[in-house]
């Protein structure tokens, strides 16, 4: 009994913690979002119901915010995660420099994400003066003049997505090379010895071995791709809605703070959709986990 209340009250501040900050405000946000026509300079509203929902789910903005968002998720999830695999397994091979190469592959990531947005952007856009570097090097090969940053829908998405992954891919590099180094050597000793190609020690010794690490990267990339927009603002400016680029996220801040914002009922309403799809989606994930991912 002493021992439960000992470990209870060690417990307190993070229960604490995790009541004001994230309970509260999750069910503060649930209330919101049934109140029709809340006002936030009144604080009144003038009815209940779901009016709210029926309203996002038929907006346009939000429409659009939301194809955008699960193009980013099925596009870049997939392709970073295997891209830092694959680069991943190369460093591993590596014995000559391989911490100076970890080091350069992970600067990306503590680089501010508004200042690799802005050399993107420098990169991609098309200016008076310029048609941009990328631009002149795919006419140089006889391609047309593309403008990634106000041109055509699809130039823009492969910008946003080419940049994320960029983003992304040195967090999931830095996890995955410690993952392969944690595998035990005696697993690939035993397999030369046995004369196991190549393809098939991968296969079945070192993606089982460092599946848990996988599946944890897969998670945290689906997650952290709903959650979309610094990167979008980066790369084409606050106005997301006119340049046709908004995520979920950034259409529950515009109905909070931007031009046509004070209509925290609406954004209650977005952010509880956005939690849905993020929580379906990750028990999902969850539920495949139990049948492939190998915990020692």
Known sequence: MKKNLTAWLCLLPAILFLGIF?????????????????????????????YNYSYVLHDPFFIQALK???IIVIITV???????????????QI???????????????????????L???????????????????????GGPSVDFIDGPYAAKMF????????????????????????????????????DTPKWRIFYKITLPMISPMVFYLVITGFIGAFKAYSDEVALFGTDLNAAGMNTIVG???????????????YASAAALILFAIV???????????????YYQ
């Open 22 to 50: 994230m309970v509260y405000p999750l069910f503060d946000v649930l209330v919101y979002s049934f109140e029709e026509g809340y006002n936030f300079a009144s604080q009144s509203f003038w009815g209940t119901g779901i």
């Open 68 to 70: 955008n968002t699960f």
């Open 78 to 92: 997939p392709l970073s995660t295997g891209i830092a695999l694959l680069i991943s397994l190369e460093l591993s």
């Open 95 to 117: 014995k000559v420099l391989r911490d100076f190469f970890q080091t350069v592959y992970f600067l990306p990531y503590v680089t501010n994400t508004l200042a690799v947005g």
């Open 119 to 141: 050399v993107f952007m420098i990169l991609f856009k098309k200016t008076a003066y310029s048609d941009g570097l990328i631009s002149i090097l795919i006419q140089f090969f």
């Open 159 to 194: 910008v946003m997505c080419f940049y994320t992954i960029w983003i992304v891919m040195p967090f999931k590099i830095l996890i995955l090379t410690s993952a392969l180094a944690s595998v035990n050597e005696m697993y690939y000793k035993a397999a030369v010895v046995d």
């Open 251 to 265: 259409y529950v801040y515009d109905m909070l703070y931007g031009n046509s914002g004070g209509y925290p009922s």
């Open 279 to 293: 929580f379906t989606i990750t028990t999902i994930n969850l539920m495949v986990s139990r049948k492939t991912v």
